[in-house]
């Protein structure tokens, strides 16, 4: 299964000069929300996702914890079951961990990795399962810390700015550019009322799946707590859409419409 095709599955319950990823990460803000989402293919329900950030153990800290996978009849055709987890290092925000774990049918990917920011003084050893050691730069991050961090870190910097976010990540055994690019604000129809949004495309790669670099859309609402709402993607078969379905955030229970 390609890298494209792994960011892509990805994307579906998230998110190649550009700004700096060295910013302090502050995880209070989220610790605590679960996010759900319905998927769409045109007007047909899909599947459904979750994005989690929950206490765990003293070991982990916090993990960050996303799935998606599909439903009723949809499941005849094509049973997929997606996870994606990170044990993430509660005053860093970097990963100490993480897992991902592909069911497409009787194809099956497992894989752990290990982050050991402490054997280099100027870089990170990556252990993983099934491809063994890397070393990486210091501050690597993985996919889903890498996409906390650009919500709480650079998300209204780049509202301002006309530069790429890019956010180093170790993703799929490689070094991987998380490249964000805004694109304006929007009013977005969800279960909670009419909100105003800031708009982002991900940069994706133009190839198998997407035409151009900017089929991926995500909408963030401009409240501070920044939930994305909506996720479209803009593929060669149509277009795929995730929509918030429900949120739960002990410190930021009400999401506001957009006023008259």
């Not at 990170?124 to 099934?130: R, Y």
């Not at 190839?207 to 151009?212: I, K, L, P």
């Not at 859309?217 to 149509?238: E, S």
Request: proline letters at 3%; glycine letters at 6%.
């Amino acid at each position: 299964m390609s890298k494209c095709r792994y960011y892509l599955i990805f994307v579906l319950f998230c998110i190649t000069g550009g700004s700096s990823q060295n910013k302090a990460f502050e995880v209070p803000d989220y610790l605590g929300e679960i996010m759900l989402y319905k998927l769409k293919y045109g007007v047909f329900t899909i599947g459904k996702a979750s994005i989690s950030c929950l206490s765990d153990s003293m070991d982990c800290s916090i993990r960050i914890k996303a799935v998606a996978k599909t439903t009723g009849w949809v499941k005849l055709f094509r049973d997929l079951n997606y996870r994606f987890e990170s044990c993430m290092n509660d005053s860093t925000g970097l990963p100490k961990a993480a897992i991902r774990s592909l069911k497409d049918g009787k194809y099956e990917v497992y894989n752990e990795l290990i982050f050991d920011r402490i054997s280099n003084s100027d870089s990170t050893i990556v252990v993983s399962q099934l491809s063994g050691k890397h070393v990486v730069p210091k501050n690597i991050y993985d996919i889903l810390t890498g996409f906390f961090h650009f919500r709480k870190n650079f998300l209204y910097d780049s509202t301002t700015r006309s530069e790429d976010v890019v956010i180093k990540t170790y993703f799929t055994d490689e070094l991987w550019d998380l490249r964000i690019r805004y694109s304006g604000q929007e009013r977005v129809k969800t279960n909670y009322g009419e909100l105003l949004c800031d708009k982002f495309n991900p940069v994706t790669v133009v190839g198998r799946y997407f035409h151009n670099d900017n089929d991926m859309t995500v909408w963030f609402t401009k409240q501070h707590n920044a939930i994305p709402v909506k996720i479209m993607l803009n593929l060669r078969i149509g277009s795929i859409t995730g929509e918030l379905d429900g949120y739960q955030n002990p410190k930021y229970k009400l999401i506001q419409p957009v006023a008259d």
